[in-house]
């Protein structure tokens, strides 16, 4: 994010995120105001590396560590570089599988340069904070852990926590089950060395967070502790939000492209799309009332699904990135995509379905409808273009025995085949 903070007076930030629906438990409120309103909290949130990337179900917490930064707070991203090793059992089913230690530090680093992203971190004086885990747990020996932390928490207490007792029927490992103690300490040691006094999450991390609110207490912490959950993401249709057809929704481009990213934002049905705009963009209350009254007037223009569309990719990926995308949703919309450069065309490609195809010289158009699963027959396909439902680079095909060659091949080596409206394949030429 491009805003630069300078000298931003501390403020009680809770009445707004509580508009937005971003708050769904708070351990001691009423104190928790009047320190946010009285001096400059510093706050943590963890994200443990599971994969190589964040995906957008990791964008509402960092978007409030955000708007706590911007209330002129500290925030400290922490990276799970140690607990990563471990595996969190909050809000699953079953055990996480383990990853090595190699492919943690790898990932740890990747999410890094992600959280870098949203965060200021030359926004003196409340600078964010970058931090990983794994550099005081692993200095841990086992004895002391268990001496100087284990003894805190009684096995009693542990299994009372949801996270551990909604495993209880499959069970669960002494690995997992140590997790909490382990995010406890992560939230003492930011504690004592930081001065953080606040840690946010989901609602799954509940358990987690209070834990680590008691180790504090009993491990002689000085000042307040507090501890903040936001809601987890649903739809209203009942479906899980951060999926699309093609699977999760990361904020690696590499994973998920600008076009794809963006789509997934703009079909956000329009029993969603006011509640997306609350927790997802920094429009102003304002905004987002103007925004709701026009998607009562005039719903078929879905002005709100494409504001949200446009905010939400531009601090994921830059302004650069929503006129990529919203250059190629025009384009494949008008079903002419000969106006995009190769960079645009490859990355609308990548949302089809695809072919590739290393035969030599003309190849008839029947054979790449079969190979790219647009027809499921030849004869299926001959029926298509017959009927005019088959368009090559947004040019209607109407000859059974059409063939596609050198000169209908965008940059020497695509073609962007249509059947009917919204039916997409990617031929790539070897």
């Known amino acids: 994010m491009s805003t630069t903070l300078k000298n931003v007076t501390p403020q009680d930030i809770l009445d707004d995120l509580e508009y937005r629906g971003l708050v769904y438990q708070v351990a001691n409120r009423d104190n928790l105001s009047k320190k946010l309103s009285s001096e400059r909290v510093v ?3 963890g994200f443990d590396p599971t994969a190589d990337s964040l995906h957008i179900g990791s964008l509402l917490p960092i978007l409030t560590l955000r708007r706590f930064q911007n209330g002129g707070h500290v925030p400290i991203a922490l990276v799970g570089g140690g607990t ?3 595996g969190d059992p909050s809000g699953r089913s079953t055990e996480r599988s383990l990853n090595g230690p190699e492919t943690v530090a790898a990932w740890t680093d990747s999410l890094k340069r992600q959280l870098s992203r949203f965060l200021d971190f030359d926004a003196e004086p409340n600078a964010a904070k970058l931090v990983s885990n ?3 747990l692993a200095e841990l020996d086992l004895i002391t852990f268990l001496r100087d932390v284990g003894k805190n928490f009684t096995v009693n207490y542990m299994l009372a926590k949801d996270s551990v007792d909604s495993r209880m029927s499959q069970g669960i490992s002494f690995t ?3 997790y909490m103690i382990l995010q406890a300490y992560d939230f003492h040691k930011l504690h004592a060395d930081h001065g953080c006094s606040l840690q946010i999450g989901g609602s799954d ?3 987690n967070i209070t834990a680590g609110l008691d180790l504090i207490g009993k491990m002689g912490g000085e000042g307040d502790a507090y501890g903040m959950t936001m809601p987890l993401v649903t739809k209203s249709d009942g479906k899980k939000f951060g999926k699309s057809e093609s699977g999760a929704v990361w904020l690696d481009r590499n994973k998920t492209t600008a076009y794809q990213f963006y789509q997934f934002w703009i079909n956000t049905d329009d ?3 006011v509640k997306f705009l609350k927790y997802f963009t920094f429009l102003s209350r304002e905004e987002i009332e103007a925004l709701e009254e026009e998607l009562k007037a005039n719903p078929e223009q879905r002005v709100a699904q ?4 446009r905010e939400v990719t531009r601090l994921v990926h830059g302004q650069e990135a929503v006129e990529t995308a919203e250059k190629v949703t025009v384009s494949l919309f008008s079903g002419d995509v000969s106006n995009l450069g190769e960079d645009e065309l490859v990355e609308a490609m990548k949302d089809m379905a695809s072919a590739k195809i290393e035969q030599e010289g003309d190849v008839p158009l029947i054979d790449l409808l079969v190979a790219c699963g647009l027809a499921p027959s030849k004869r299926q396909a001959r029926q298509d273009i017959e009927s005019g439902a088959v368009y090559v680079n947004g040019v209607k095909q109407s000859g059974i025995d059409t063939v596609i060659g050198a000169d209908q091949r965008l940059f020497g080596k695509y073609a962007v085949l249509r059947r009917g409206k919204k039916n997409y394949a990617g ?3 070897a």
């Open 43 to 45: 706050l943590y949130c």
């Open 84 to 86: 990563g090793l471990i």
């Open 134 to 136: 794994y550099d005081w």
């Open 176 to 178: 997992e089950f140590s």
């Open 205 to 207: 991390q509940w358990g």
């Open 271 to 273: 029993a969603d799309v």
């Open 306 to 309: 494409k504001t949200l569309a």
């Open 427 to 429: 031929i790539t030429f």
